[in-house]
């Protein structure tokens, strides 16, 4: 079993940041892959970003240059830090972890962008 706890959204004006973080109950180093996903209201769940075991990050089209995940080892903690946040990165968002053949969430933080 593997518990990732989130932290760190809320409401931030256009053009502000906010760091996320996703706190994993045992070694990152043990999953296949582990990143961020969001949900819209009346959307469907969408990737972020993740890292991968091969090594690779990969983000979506829509934050490349606005976001930037990263890892704490030693703390098995992943961030995303966003930048240049706009109204359409309001959305709740969910950690996930890929650990063996079973994939896992958190329970989701909410980060609201007001124009």
């Known amino acids: 079993q593997v518990q990732l706890v989130e932290s760190g959204g809320g409401l931030v004006q256009a053009g502000g940041s906010l760091r996320l973080s996703c706190a994993a109950s045992?070694?990152?180093?043990?999953?296949?892959?582990m990143g961020w996903y969001r949900q819209a209201p009346g959307k469907q769940r969408e990737l972020v970003a993740v890292f991968t075991r091969a090594g690779t990050t990969n983000y979506s089209d829509s934050v490349k240059g606005r976001f930037t995940i990263s890892r704490d080892n030693a703390k098995n903690t992943v961030y995303l830090q966003m930048s240049s946040l706009d109204p359409g990165d309001t959305a709740v968002y969910y950690c996930?972890?890929?650990?063996?053949?079973?994939?896992?969430w958190g329970q989701g933080t909410q980060v609201t962008v007001s124009s």
């Open positions: 996930n972890a890929v650990f063996l053949v079973s994939e896992y």
């Open positions: 045992r070694s990152i180093f043990s999953f296949n892959a």
